[in-house]
């Protein structure tokens, strides 16, 4: 099954500066979607950028999708300590229904 | 509008015990979701609901977990019996439809430990 595999599994910054994580996957794809969690509660959807798109761009988030590499990136500018999460991407597999997520990476913010 | 609802938010049972968790998805969403979330790993997928008919129940395990949404609307998933391992958060999600292109919105999760 599709699963997306994010890099770093942890990022630590200072409040401010851009944080940025990478997600690689194996097979063709109809969307990818990456969502957030903070520690203890369920996930909240981010954005999601379809196949045919290369960029989109949400407030201070930024998701890129290059889809010959396989592979995701989401940026996060200008970073507070609200933001620290963690932060999963979830290759959406063209056959099949199922939307599976990678291992997660750990964004910690510090003020 | 309100959001996925799900019950209890803890609990703590013994290992060969049985524990139900209930959820109720958001008002006019078709498709459910049940995920297991092992601390420190991502999401995986446990049984997906279109209505009231199982969509993917492959990663189930069967032998011990079950799961229904009977009338297509609030769904139960239930571990009998429990094991160690099964300690983990329970998280449940809806959906508008099952289409690529929709929002999966979460609850909060229930949290089990086993011990």
């Known amino acids: 099954s599709q699963q997306g595999e994010e890099d770093p599994q942890a990022l630590s910054i200072q409040e401010g500066e851009n944080a940025t994580m990478n997600c690689s996957y194996k097979?063709?794809?109809?969307?990818l979607q990456w969502y957030r969690q903070n520690s203890g509660r369920g996930l909240v959807h981010l954005i999601l950028i379809r196949s045919n798109e290369r960029e989109k761009h949400s407030g201070r988030l930024r998701v890129t999708l290059d889809t010959s590499k396989k592979s995701s990136s989401l940026l996060i500018t200008a970073s507070r300590a609200a933001d620290t999460a963690s932060y999963f991407c979830?290759?959406?597999?063209?056959?099949?229904?199922?939307?599976?997520f990678g291992e997660g990476t750990q964004l910690t913010v510090n003020p | 509008e309100a959001g996925v609802a799900q019950s209890p938010r803890y609990k703590i049972i013994e290992k060969r015990q049985s524990v139900a968790f209930w959820c109720n998805p958001i008002?006019?969403?078709?498709?459910l979701y049940w995920y297991q979330q092992i601390l420190g790993q991502g999401p995986k997928l446990l049984i997906q609901?279109?209505?009231?008919?199982?969509?993917?129940d492959s990663q189930l395990p069967k032998d011990r977990f079950s799961a229904e949404r009977l009338k297509g609307v609030d769904s139960t998933l239930k571990i009998q019996p429990a094991k160690l391992e099964d300690s983990a958060v329970y998280l449940c999600a809806s959906s508008r439809d099952g289409s690529s292109g929709n929002t999966i919105y979460f609850g909060e999760g229930s949290w089990l430990t086993v011990v």
């Open positions: 609901f279109q209505n009231n008919g199982v969509v993917d």
């Open positions: 008002s006019g969403h078709a498709t």
């Open positions: 097979t063709s794809i109809n969307n």
């Open positions: 979830a290759p959406k597999e063209t056959s099949g229904s199922r939307l599976t």
